[in-house]
């Protein structure tokens, strides 16, 4: 999978993925408008091109308080993202070229106000979704946020994943529509932090298109 093209259909006008973008930016800013004053810490998880958060920020009254890890495997993807950081000021802005799966990215950078999953769970199985969902309180400060997507293809793993996250000690705030094409939730974290566990991976990012090959090979 050619994850930098995979980023061009976002362009398309009112596609599904143009649509959840927009739906993505629009939690982002409300998270951004209702925290606390002071300093923000917001860390995302195969952030992409950065295009959901970025742009956001970039007009956002806090801006400066904000300060940013984009974790990112595309070199192309983080190489876009640092340019745009750059074109728009946004000198806490820190992104990184690794594997988001590895906690130990974030480091020094939780518990955060703002955790973005993003393409993410539609891309790793369902193990490591639940492992991933687990660890999110050692990512998120009491209070915050972890916002997350995942598609609403059959078998539809959003009420698992909701459920999850409350077994974890999470309130579901937002959640996005059953029949709006895509799925996209918002968490606040109502429990205590866990210490960081260093070493720990999260998921293995298999890719959607593998993940369908799988389940299409098993059906038949």
């Not at 988001?100 to 950078?109: G, H, I, K, N, T």
């Not at 994943?161 to 094409?181: H, K, N, Q």
């Amino acid at each position: 999978m050619d994850w930098r093209a995979w980023h061009d259909k976002y362009d398309v006008a009112d596609s599904w993925m143009a649509r959840r973008l927009r739906t993505v930016r629009a939690r982002i800013g409300a998270v951004l408008d209702e925290a606390p004053a002071g300093p923000l810490k917001v860390i995302s998880l195969c952030a992409g091109d950065g295009r959901d958060l970025l742009p956001v920020l970039s007009g956002h009254p806090r801006r400066h308080e904000v300060r940013v890890r984009l974790v990112e495997r595309d070199a192309r993807n983080t190489a876009s993202a640092s340019e745009t950081a750059r074109l728009a000021k946004l000198d806490q802005v820190e992104v990184v070229t690794g594997d988001a799966s590895l906690v130990d990215q974030y480091r020094d950078m939780t518990p955060a106000d703002l955790v973005l999953v993003c393409g993410v769970f539609g891309n790793i199985t369902d193990s490591d979704i639940e492992r991933t969902v687990d660890a999110c309180d050692q990512l998120c400060r009491t209070g915050g946020t972890v916002i997350w997507t995942r598609n609403r293809a059959a078998p539809d793993r959003v009420p698992m994943i909701c459920e999850r996250f409350s077994e974890r000690g999470f309130d579901l705030t937002w959640l996005s529509e059953p029949d709006a094409g895509f799925g996209v939730g918002a968490h606040r974290f109502t429990g205590t932090p866990r210490p960081l566990c260093a070493g720990t991976r999260l998921f293995e990012f298999v890719g959607y298109d593998v993940l369908r090959q799988r389940a299409s090979t098993s059906s038949g």
